[in-house]
């Protein structure tokens, strides 16, 4: 994504009269094969807003007086990862995930997804 394509997207959502909520990353959606050689730049590919759940300092969901769950809707900057697990798995690497499910790296693997999943190599 370019500074010019960010710039329009913003602005369409400055024009929607989002100029005020907070940018987040999509952290697990940016990850690549040459973290573990020092890549720590990654391309951001979309930037869309979404509606999330508010989490408290321990981890768990902040909630109204009502009772019910507080959300807010933010800006989501989102990574180069264009297929998510499918993607990887079919190059023959595994992701590794921390215990919140985030993405950690990417392993490769011994043997082909072919070969694993019963098809022809």
């Known amino acids: 994504m370019t500074v010019y394509m960010l710039h329009n997207l913003l602005g369409q959502m400055i ?6 909520r907070k940018i987040v990353v999509d952290k697990r ?4 094969l040459l973290e573990e050689d020092g890549h720590i730049l990654m391309n951001v590919e979309s930037c869309e807003t979404q509606t999330h759940s508010m989490m408290e300092e321990d981890g768990g969901a902040k909630f109204n007086a009502d009772g019910s769950e507080r959300v807010r809707t933010s800006v989501v900057l989102q990574g180069s990862d264009p297929h998510h697990h499918e993607y990887w798995w079919d190059q023959g690497y595994r992701v590794e995930q921390d215990e919140r499910g985030n993405w950690t790296r990417l392993v490769k ?7 694993k999943r019963g098809g022809q190599a």
């Open 109 to 115: 693997t011994e043997e082909p997804a072919d070969a």
């Open 15 to 20: 024009k929607k009269g989002l100029a005020r």
């Open 29 to 32: 959606s940016f990850i690549s």
